[in-house]
């Protein structure tokens, strides 16, 4: 799954970057001022993975430009987890069953975003997100509910399209979670093996703005 994903992302930003740097100046100088926009990352997009590793993962970002260089926005997001999110990229590649969980994990929440434009497209974010969680076992029976703080810190770069009404954000990010509450022990024993953070996850954000 995460080499499909990886793939993926790696394609569309270089993509992204080709057909961008020929539209990007065009775009700019006849662009509108709009004030709000609405995205989601591709993860929304490709969820087409066997049953067993399929994330469901489903996000939306709503946003307000405060200024020219200034955004603040909601993030709804929800997910499941098959396996520790703390995983190195490296061992999840390897696809591993014994560090899956003994059933799945949802995780749902609401939460607010910043973003900061630092040079013509250049920008920094970040995201914040608490998380209500479902632990369910291998036959699907709830077994508890959690509570998360997830937080994310992204270096990207703002692509006009279409005088501004479309854009895409190739980006990297961090993850950082520095509450997770309430774990099965099954599932903490899983999740204690590895990190509380994830480094370096290539990803891209599909958005569109408009005004009222």
Not at 78 to 95: D, L, R, S
Not at 120 to 126: A, D, H, P
Not at 150 to 176: A, D, N
Not at 185 to 193: G, I, L, Q, R, V
Request: charged share 25%; hydrophobic share 35%; with cysteine.
């Amino acid at each position: 799954m995460k080499k499909t994903l990886l793939f993926t992302a790696l394609s569309l930003t270089v993509l992204t970057f080709a057909f961008g740097k020929t539209t990007r100046n065009s775009a700019e100088e006849s662009a509108q001022n709009y004030k709000y926009s609405v995205s989601t990352t591709y993860l929304s997009l490709v969820n087409f993975e066997e049953e067993k590793t399929n994330t469901h993962h489903y996000e939306l970002h709503l946003g307000y430009k405060l200024s020219s260089k200034d955004k603040i926005g909601i993030k709804l997001a929800t997910w499941k987890m098959f396996a520790p999110m703390g995983m190195p990229m490296e061992e999840q590649f390897k696809f591993d069953e014994s560090n899956f969980y003994p059933g799945r994990l949802r995780e749902t929440g609401i939460g607010v975003t910043y973003q900061r434009m630092l040079w013509k497209g250049l920008f920094v974010s970040t995201e914040i997100l608490p998380q209500l969680k479902t632990y369910v076992d291998k036959d699907n029976k709830k077994l508890s509910n959690g509570f998360k703080l997830y937080t994310s810190y992204h270096l990207g770069y703002h692509v006009s399209l279409f005088k501004e009404r479309v854009y895409l954000e190739p980006q990297i990010h961090c993850q950082y979670w520095p509450v997770d509450s309430n774990a099965p022990k099954a599932f903490k024993d899983k999740d204690d093996e590895w990190n509380n953070y994830f480094l370096f996850e290539p990803n891209l954000y599909l958005g569109l703005n408009f005004n009222y």
